[in-house]
């Protein structure tokens, strides 16, 4: 039997390396209890090779072969597609707040009060209608709800912007994002060749794909060699190893010169991808301002449109103080056009509202079916208001539901859309006819005589009438009255407020289970880790003592020699 005092003495000076090697990364894991997104790390050990002798073989201590990190994949995994709907919903949920504190009906300005108070001055016009104070006050009524008009389509305006700005912004915390995403997938691998475990290098990955997430429906998917790849859901490349492909936005003509998301492709070609993002604060974003936000805008401006072309209809039936009839009391609608971007280009339409007082608030669209005909879709009731295509010669105008609508130049063919209506930024615009502001004899309170106030009747019943049939205007056919119109409104923004705070939270609760069952997986637990330090520094003294045990047997053998 041979036995060798020196293996002794190395198997305890490895006891003491691997031991030294777990109090520190034991350390390492206390100091870090509180790091965002770190994992757990351990000292891998295993058996040092044994060495053979007479009897057999016999071990020759312990060795570290790496530093593992608690991770779980699978879980990571739910924690990104569940990031996704928290960004979308926190958007939401916040977007809402904002509307629901705009539409406000019980602080500050009222647009409920604001037209009661309106009618109401007109009422009294009907009871005087030659008193100067109730004409005075009739206007001033009209000026007051226009101003209320003005702010809320404004403050509506200015949130779309508001959200068009927080896309730019996303694009460019995204584009950090990718960039220091490909930088440490450069970095890990290098550091995995080198033979050091890249933990921190990987948390710190896995921390910027979780951010990530919360802003796009990034997919992860694992390349093998320690590098990570990322699409859309779609299947859109973000990440492709060494490579990130950089978002970038571009204000789309289409949408009132807001911003489309693009994403250069391999090949280095700009791609829409707008309408592809399917998750995270990104789709909230846009969600709500081509959406949410934009319909509430829509309904506010057609209820806008639909007050003066109601009460311009009735007043230019009467007869002012001083005779005369046919003036508008509201500064009438122009027709707005716009063409789609994707028009062939030689085309050019003029319309114009041909009966002020009769044409639809709606908004339409008019389609060239072919190189001389088109048709006209109501894009509020989805009616296709000319049934069949329209037949018509250039120069010649064609009056379609109240538009007379002139093609200047005509299409090579079919193809190219025009979005039209009197509507389009309304409540904005909302104003006083300066025919009134400026000679309130004007006002047009008598209807048989000058002084018999019958058309201030009418005007004043014009509150009660209903004017809305669904969301179509539907003058003296319709269900809904301007009040009703606006309370629908309201409903809906506060409707989609509950549902959004609903969805909100119960995905806060989902992520908060997620992130509890990640921490008992990868987080560090200060109890544990202090027991795992008491093992670790007695498994050193022990070491260290059996080096105390070698030396003592050196200094035998050398004593009887």
Do not use: C
């Amino acid at each position: 039997m041979t036995t060798n005092i020196f293996s002794i003495l190395n198997t305890a000076k490895l006891g003491l390396q691997s031991q030294q090697l777990a109090i520190e990364v034991t350390g390492n894991n206390v100091a870090n209890v509180q790091t965002e997104g770190y994992s757990r790390q351990t000292v891998t050990l295993e058996p040092n090779t044994p060495r053979t002798f007479g009897l057999g073989q016999i071990g020759t201590g312990v060795r570290a072969t790496g530093i593992a990190r608690s991770f779980d994949q699978f879980l990571f995994n739910q924690i990104l597609g569940e990031n996704q709907s928290l960004g979308n919903f926190s958007i939401r949920r916040d977007v809402f707040e904002n509307l629901e504190i705009l539409l406000n009906e019980s602080e500050g300005l009222s647009l409920n009060n604001e037209l009661n108070h309106f009618f109401g001055a007109l009422s009294d016009l009907a009871n005087n209608p030659t008193g100067f104070s109730e004409r005075t006050n009739a206007i001033a009524a009209g000026a007051s709800l226009s101003q209320t008009f003005n702010k809320l389509g404004n403050a509506l305006t200015e949130e779309r912007l508001n959200l068009d700005r927080k896309v730019d912004d996303e694009v460019t915390q995204i584009n950090s994002l990718l960039t220091e995403i490909v930088r440490l997938n450069e970095s890990i691998p290098s550091s995995n060749l080198t033979g050091f475990s890249a933990n921190d290098l990987s948390d710190q990955r896995d921390q910027l794909v979780k951010e990530l997430s919360k802003k796009l429906d990034a997919t992860l998917i694992s390349s093998g060699d320690g590098k990570i790849n990322l699409t859309l859901a779609d299947g859109t490349p973000l990440v492709l190893g060494d490579q990130a492909f950089t978002l970038s936005t571009q204000g789309s003509s289409n949408n009132g010169g807001l911003k489309d998301i693009f994403i250069q492709d391999p090949s280095g070609t700009p791609v829409n991808i707008t309408n592809t993002i399917q998750g995270g604060e990104m789709r909230g974003l846009l969600d709500m301002r081509d959406t949410e936000v934009a319909n509430a805008l829509d309904k506010l401006d057609r209820l806008a449109a639909s007050i003066v072309t109601e009460i311009n209809r009735v007043h230019q039936e009467g007869l002012g103080l001083d005779g005369t009839t046919g003036n508008d009391f509201f500064t009438a609608l122009p027709v707005t056009i716009a063409a789609d971007s994707a028009n062939s280009g030689g085309s050019d339409i003029t319309i114009i509202n041909a009966s002020a007082t009769t044409t639809s608030t709606d908004k339409f669209r008019l389609n060239f079916t072919a190189a001389n005909q088109f048709e006209v879709i109501n894009r509020t009731t989805g009616q296709n208001v000319t049934g069949s295509p329209v037949t018509f010669t250039v120069g010649t105008p064609v009056n379609v539901d109240g538009f007379a609508i002139t093609i200047n130049t005509a299409p090579s063919g079919a193809g190219d859309v025009f979005d039209f209506s009197t509507s389009a930024g309304a409540a904005s615009s909302l104003s006083v006819s300066t025919t009134l502001l400026a000679d309130s004899q004007k006002l047009a309170a008598g209807l048989n005589s000058t002084g018999d106030g019958d058309n201030a009747l009418a005007l004043a019943g014009l509150q009660t009438r209903g004017v809305f049939s669904g969301l179509g205007f539907a003058s003296g056919s319709g269900s809904a009255t301007f009040d009703d119109f606006y309370s629908g409104l309201i409903n809906s923004v506060g409707n989609g407020a509950r549902s959004a705070q609903t969805l909100a939270q119960q995905q806060e609760s989902i992520s908060l289970q997620l992130d509890i069952r990640r921490e008992s997986v990868s987080g560090v637990s200060i109890d544990e880790e202090m027991i795992n330090l008491i093992k670790f520094q007695q498994a050193f003294q022990a070491s260290a003592r059996m080096i105390s045990i070698v030396d003592e047997m050196f200094d035998i053998l050398q004593n009887q020699i």
